[in-house]
């Protein structure tokens, strides 16, 4: 006999939207369900799973590549799936948000991938999940447009012209709560987000020439990946999709994964595409992982990690080259700048840094890299069209040259900077800045001339947390105290009240905001992820 279907999904605390129902419908919700009974208790099981190995990572103060997967490692014959040919040519992407505009914007930036994103650079207010996906279904369909209160009006240029859309969903530990099951348990927001678009988008992105194509978030381990790799096969068959049609490239923005390259491309073989070395993300792991390891583990100021220092060298070469022995596309990291109209001088630094980031990656064997404003397109199509030329990408470039140890990962103690007071104002003024944004349902803001997202945030507070349970001592004398930390907040939080004015100071969420930044950074027991809080205030 067999099992029976799973109930409906009911949506809970969410005031109706305009064209709710078109993303909304029965079939939808009951595919939603489906997913969320066959994969939600699994997920749950590998939550569990990492809280245990951070307690391993408490009691050794280490990490290693797994013994029980070696074989995999050791094996020069398996290869990813070849890329689809929307796929081939990454040299450049565009990350942002699913509002209206940036839709439009990324799609016509000239980036040959807009990472669609869910996730970091998304407030999963109901409105911005429910309207990231009309968004999406809008611009296949070729109705979308959107005129800016100023008069000036945004719509889609030609489709040979626009870029591949890379969607990346909410990670694994992230829920919806808007949409329940019949026992009251919230729906993966991961789910969501991919049920969502792959129910809708599919077929016509198969008519288009492409595919549903995923960046997975926040994977801390092979394990995660076959997950995923089972929700793209039951995804499949379920709707009558030819199985490897979705494509994913794993974001490798945790140290425990970073532990795990090959076996998350093994796990995801005939649906893999590449991997994508992150910076923010990255770092914040370390911090969350080795909290408690002691002096060597400790962070200096985030500006001052740059993608040079050699713990990280480590990690961005070994990805070029597991990547490559694999047949698997090396995307870089992000490029965040955000240029200013009044500021020629400011643009000038800031492009030739963007120019020495990006020269670097396209020099280590990259085949593509992000960027978040689509004035920096150029900038870094020119690093990687300087080494490409006419290739689509380098994969050719196997880097039998790197040999990355285990310790090579973590040898944070390498570096030569120390955290400094400045170091601490800035956490301290980026946090409460993005968080308050955060609260008020944007998710990718524009901070002294820097896209940041949630990440950003991560980094922040978690330094400050970090600092303040070592007992820093600043290059000024001052340490890291919680009552220091709480001084230098109220400084901050007076300097923002003068340069926003009563008005718009007492219209946003600033207080909220100055409030959730020190409990995640002062609390005793460390919070896993910030927006875990966030979410509970947003609207």
């Known amino acids: 006999m067999s099992a029976p279907a799973p109930s409906p999904l009911a949506i809970v605390d969410a005031k109706p939207l305009e064209r709710q129902g078109e993303v909304l419908t029965d079939p939808a919700l009951a595919f939603l369900a489906e997913l969320h009974h066959r994969f939600t208790p699994r997920r749950d099981e590998l939550l569990a799973r990492r809280a245990e190995r951070r307690a391993e990572i408490a009691r050794t103060s280490t990490l290693d590549f797994l013994p029980e997967t070696a074989h995999i490692r050791d094996d020069p014959d398996w290869r990813v799936a070849p890329a689809p040919p929307a796929l081939e040519d990454r040299r450049v992407e565009i990350t942002g948000p699913t509002d209206r505009k940036m839709t439009i914007n990324a799609l016509n930036s000239g980036a040959k991938v807009w990472l669609a994103d869910f996730e970091d650079a998304s407030a999963p207010t109901w409105a911005n999940v429910i309207g990231g996906q009309l968004n999406l279904i809008d611009a296949y369909e070729r109705r979308i447009d959107f005129t800016s209160p100023e008069g000036k009006s945004y719509a889609l240029r030609p489709d040979d012209t626009l870029a591949t859309v890379v969607t990346r969903p909410r990670g694994w530990h992230l829920d919806e709560r808007h949409l329940r099951a019949a026992d ?307 400084e901050e939080l007076t300097a923002i009240r003068e340069e926003v004015g009563e008005v718009a100071f007492a219209a946003g969420r600033w207080s909220q905001a100055h409030d959730l930044l020190l409990k995640v950074a002062l609390d005793e027991n460390y919070t896993e992820f910030l927006t875990l809080p966030a979410y509970e205030l947003l609207d």
């Open 184 to 490: 009251g348990r919230p729906v993966p927001g991961a789910l969501v987000d991919f049920g969502l678009y792959f129910f809708h988008n599919a077929r016509r992105l198969l008519a288009r020439g492409q595919g549903p194509y995923f960046y997975l978030s926040k994977t801390e381990s092979h394990l995660e990946a076959r997950l995923w790799n089972d929700v793209f096969i039951f995804a499949q068959d379920h709707l009558g999709i030819p199985q490897g049609t979705i494509r994913a490239t794993v974001l490798i923005e945790t140290i425990t994964a970073a532990y795990e390259m090959d076996e998350i491309l093994y796990e995801l073989r005939d649906h893999a595409s590449g991997l994508n070395a992150g910076r923010w993300d990255y770092l914040f792991s370390i911090v969350k992982n080795f909290r408690d390891g002691g002096p060597g583990f400790v962070l200096p100021d985030r500006n001052a990690v740059t993608m040079t220092a050699p713990f990280m060298r480590a990690y961005t070469e070994l990805l070029v080259r597991t990547c490559h022995k694999r047949g698997a596309h090396a995307i870089g990291g992000m490029a965040a700048f955000i240029p200013s109209r009044r500021d020629p001088e400011v643009n000038a630094v800031a492009f030739d840094k963007v120019k020495a980031d990006k020269d670097r990656e396209a020099g280590d064997g990259f085949d593509g890299s992000w960027v978040a404003h689509p004035d920096l397109v150029p900038v870094a199509r020119a690093s990687f069209d300087a080494v490409l030329g006419d290739r689509p990408h380098q994969k050719d470039r196997l880097r039998e040259d790197v040999h990355v140890t285990a310790a090579e990962l973590i040898d944070i103690a390498s570096l030569d900077a120390t955290p400094t007071h400045q170091g601490l104002r800035n956490a301290v003024q980026v946090g409460i800045r993005y968080i308050e944004a955060w609260l008020r349902g944007l998710g990718a803001v524009a901070i002294f001339n820097l896209m940041e997202d949630a990440a950003t945030a991560e980094i922040s507070r978690s330094q400050i947390w970090q600092w303040v349970n070592a007992g820093i001592v600043f290059e000024n004398g001052e340490k890291a105290t919680a009552d220091r930390v709480r001084k230098v907040a109220a």
